[in-house]
């Protein structure tokens, strides 16, 4: 159950998109379409953006998307705005029922 | 509207135990499988625990096997983490997540634990 590899930290200017990649095994990443994603501001809980790689729950802005290849899975945020500075980790499922989460990324919106 | 609301924590003993509770409403709580996750201070979130509908299966994570126990009681749609022989690296926020399949759609608000002498 080894932790899935994130960058710490991101960094972009409003309007621009970013990308944060996360990289696993094939027992993990590799093996399923079941990455996530979750948004944490400072203080808050974790809030679910992407689920199944590339999927979007309802009320999350369509400047959000997954997208996988092989052992790594990326989170894009396009035309970014102040908001969407927060940690983002991602999750993936491993076997078994379990779970495996990212260190997690920092971003900051410059 | 999905709302969870953990409870329980506090300040504990190293050795010690503690019980915590997770109050669900706004879905059909005995529908969902759960999950416990938590975060230690300044640290990325570890997921700990899973529970499936009857509260039949469950897994953890290999930190945690044989000191927690994740339980629910659906009649009072209410989740439940036993943890004993609490360990000073176990001090974290801990959340209680909806599972709808592998993924974590509702959270709580994290209750705090600290454990230390």
């Known amino acids: 159950q080894s932790a899935l590899t994130q960058p710490a930290s991101v960094s972009g200017s409003p309007g621009q998109s970013i990308t944060i990649s996360c990289t696993g095994t094939s027992s993990d990443v590799g093996s399923y379409n079941l990455v996530s994603w979750y948004q944490q501001h400072p203080g808050k809980a974790p809030k679910l953006m992407i689920y199944e790689d590339t999927k979007r729950p309802s009320g999350v802005s369509d400047r959000f998307s997954g997208s996988k290849s092989g052992k790594t899975a990326s989170l894009t945020i396009s035309g970014l705005q102040a908001e969407d500075e927060a940690d983002y980790y991602c999750?993936?499922?491993?076997?078994?029922?379990?779970?495996?989460f990212g260190g997690g990324t920092k971003l900051t919106v410059l | 509207e999905v709302q969870l609301v953990e409870s329980g924590g506090g300040l504990v003993q190293p050795g010690g135990s503690l019980r915590l509770s997770c109050a669900a409403s706004?879905?059909?709580?005995?529908?969902?499988?759960m999950s416990w996750v938590r975060q230690a201070p300044g640290k990325g979130l570890e997921w700990v625990a899973n529970i499936n509908q009857p509260g039949s299966e469950n897994y953890y994570v290999d930190s945690v096997k044989g000191r927690f126990t994740i339980s629910r009681d659906n009649a009072k749609n209410s989740l439940y983490l036993q943890m004993n022989s609490l360990r000073a690296e176990d001090t974290a926020v801990y959340y209680c997540?909806?599972?709808?399949?592998?993924?974590?759609?509702?959270w709580g608000q994290g209750i705090l634990v600290t454990v230390s002498s």
């Open positions: 999750c993936s499922y491993v076997a078994y029922r379990t779970l495996v």
């Open positions: 997540a909806r599972a709808p399949l592998f993924y974590l759609d509702y």
């Open positions: 706004g879905f059909t709580f005995s529908s969902y499988w």
